[in-house]
């Protein structure tokens, strides 16, 4: 793959534009197919979750109390991303000067994020470990998964955790997926 290429293509997509990720290969094995909505604002994604989490309604105490920690965690995590520095990234920009928003390299390697839309796993991976999880942080994760910052995934596309990607009908072929 040329990440060159990739990268221009992306930077072509001025709101929401869908990415198909083909045979991306998981740390634990599992092989599956992706579509994710990338050229979308993170910051949109808290806010828009942040307000919705406001509105949910809880059953019990401890439902409460993991409702207003994950609030201030996305309201930290909000903050962080006003203040967010440009460290061990790279960001790019369009020929507009305009950011491209979810693609990124680190030590050479292309990442995209966005919003997953659907998802089909192709082969099952590995045994995962066993979840040890106090129950505050369950029913945070619960929340979470109710929210639209509860389907914000990342990708690093090389060529041995993937096959190829689309954008926008766009094929680019990155590799060989196992």
């Not at 096959?163 to 997926?177: P, V």
Request: hydrophobic share 40%; with cysteine; glycine share 6%.
């Amino acid at each position: 793959m040329n990440s060159e290429e990739m990268i221009e293509a992306a930077s072509k997509v001025r709101h929401g534009a869908f990415m198909h990720i083909r045979e991306y290969t998981t740390n634990d094995g599992k092989i599956a197919h992706y579509c994710i909505n990338f050229a979308v604002s993170y910051k949109s994604i808290l806010r828009h979750s942040l307000g919705k989490l406001a509105t949910l309604e809880v059953s019990s105490m401890a439902e409460a109390e993991a409702k207003a920690e994950l609030l201030a965690e996305l309201f930290a995590s909000e903050q962080k991303e006003d203040n967010r520095q440009l460290d061990h990234w790279d960001y790019f920009v369009d020929a507009d000067g305009e950011p491209v928003r979810g693609v990124r390299v680190h030590e050479g390697a292309v990442h995209v994020s966005g919003l997953l839309v659907w998802s089909q796993t192709i082969v099952a991976g590995g045994l995962k470990k066993p979840v040890n999880s106090s129950q505050k942080t369950l029913l945070k994760a619960a929340l979470r998964r109710q929210l639209m910052i509860g389907k914000w995934v990342s990708f690093k596309l090389v060529p041995e955790k993937i096959n190829f990607i689309r954008i926008n009908g766009e094929m680019f072929d990155i590799g060989e997926a196992q």
